[in-house]
C-alpha cells in the first residue's frame, strides 16, 4: 500500500522559512491532489493548502496565503510546502494527505491516505 512521509520540520524563529517535503512511497498519488493540514496542540486539524495533480491549480487557506507556496514534482511523487514569514501561531504538526479529486479540499474525510506528520515550531 502506497505510503506518504513528511520530512523538513523543526524548529525556527518567527520570520524565518522552512521548506516541507512529502514524498510518496510510489506513483500510485501522482495523479491525486495533495493537500497540507496543520494541527495545533488542543486544537482540530485544518487546512492549510493543496494542489492538484497537474500543479496548474493551487488553494490556500486565507491564514497562509501569501506567506505560504505549495508546488510538486511528479517525476519525484514529492510534494513541498515552502514556508516564509513563519509566526509563532504556525507552530503545528504538519500532515500531507492524498484524494484523487481537486473537490472538498477542506473536508478530513475525503483523503485516501495521510502521513505520519512532521513538527514545525517557531519561537517568538
Known amino acids: 500500500q502506497a505510503q506518504l512521509a513528511e520530512s523538513g520540520g523543526g524548529l525556527v524563529q518567527a520570520g524565518g522559512s522552512l521548506r516541507l517535503s512529502c514524498a510518496a512511497s510510489d506513483r500510485t498519488f501522482d495523479t491525486y491532489t495533495i493537500s497540507w493540514f496543520r494541527q495545533a496542540p488542543g486544537k482540530e486539524r485544518e487546512f492549510a493548502a493543496a494542489?492538484?495533480?497537474?500543479?496548474?491549480?493551487?488553494v490556500y487557506s486565507d491564514s497562509v496565503k501569501g506567506r505560504f507556496t505549495i508546488s510538486r514534482d511528479n517525476a519525484k511523487s514529492t510534494v513541498y510546502l515552502q514556508m516564509n514569514s513563519l509566526k509563532p501561531e504556525d507552530t503545528a504538526v504538519y500532515y500531507c494527505a492524498a484524494k484523487p479529486t481537486h473537490e472538498g479540499l477542506w473536508d478530513i474525510l475525503g483523503y485516501n491516505r495521510w502521513g505520519q506528520g512532521t513538527q514545525v515550531t517557531v519561537s517568538s
Open positions: 494542489i492538484s495533480w497537474t500543479g496548474s491549480a493551487a
